[in-house]
């Protein structure tokens, strides 16, 4: 459930946007806004919850400021370059965004060990290469049809869907040879 709530600011803008881009990137915003401020207020601010607050603040301002401009056509391949960028940072600095959400999933005792460090690491790479795969495929959709909406659907509802069921699979799995480790 940690995963659909760190993804509320992108789960508004797919809903919303289809009405009207402006609607979309406004929920967003206020969405991650809100999440952010709850982080802030935790003192647990993590990269995807800033990057999504920072995404959707500027796409925001761009879609009030200029409600036809073209970036409009292109901003569900820079959705998921920011989240392919954002899953990339994170491992490259060994601290894969999943780890914000796993934690809350086990004991303080484990978000150290090399074992859960490495299984968030597996889970964050399956993240970043739906996003990178996700916003290839928008960039050309976009390309070719700026106008095509059900097959830039298909890529989004994909591009959440795929991970978060692989992920899911492997962390079960993961969990259950921890366990069966600790036997």
């Known amino acids: ?3 659909v709530r760190g993804f509320a ?3 508004c803008y797919a809903a919303l946007s289809p009405v009207d881009w402006r609607l979309g990137t406004g929920a967003a915003a206020l969405a991650a806004l809100w999440l952010l401020a709850g982080q802030l207020r935790a003192r647990s601010v993590d990269l995807l919850g800033a990057a999504t607050c920072a995404f959707f603040v500027v796409m925001a301002v761009v879609a009030s400021a200029d409600p036809a401009s073209g970036l409009r056509n292109w901003i569900c391949a820079l959705a998921n370059a920011t989240l392919a960028a954002t899953a990339l940072t994170s491992l490259a600095v060994r601290r894969p965004f999943t780890l914000a959400f796993a934690r809350a999933e086990v004991a303080p005792e484990f ?8 299984v968030n690491m597996v889970l964050t790479a399956i993240w970043a290469a739906a996003f990178t795969l996700g916003a290839l495929a928008c960039a050309f959709v976009v390309r070719f049809e ?10 989004q509802v994909l591009a959440f869907v795929v991970p978060f069921a692989l992920s899911g699979r492997y962390a079960a799995r993961a969990k259950a ?3 069966q480790a600790i036997a």
């Open 1 to 3: 459930m940690n995963y």
């Open 9 to 11: 600011p992108w789960l």
């Open 111 to 118: 978000w150290h060990a090399p074992r859960f460090i490495r």
């Open 146 to 155: 700026d106008s095509a909406t059900a097959p830039l659907v298909t890529v």
């Open 177 to 179: 040879a921890a366990g």
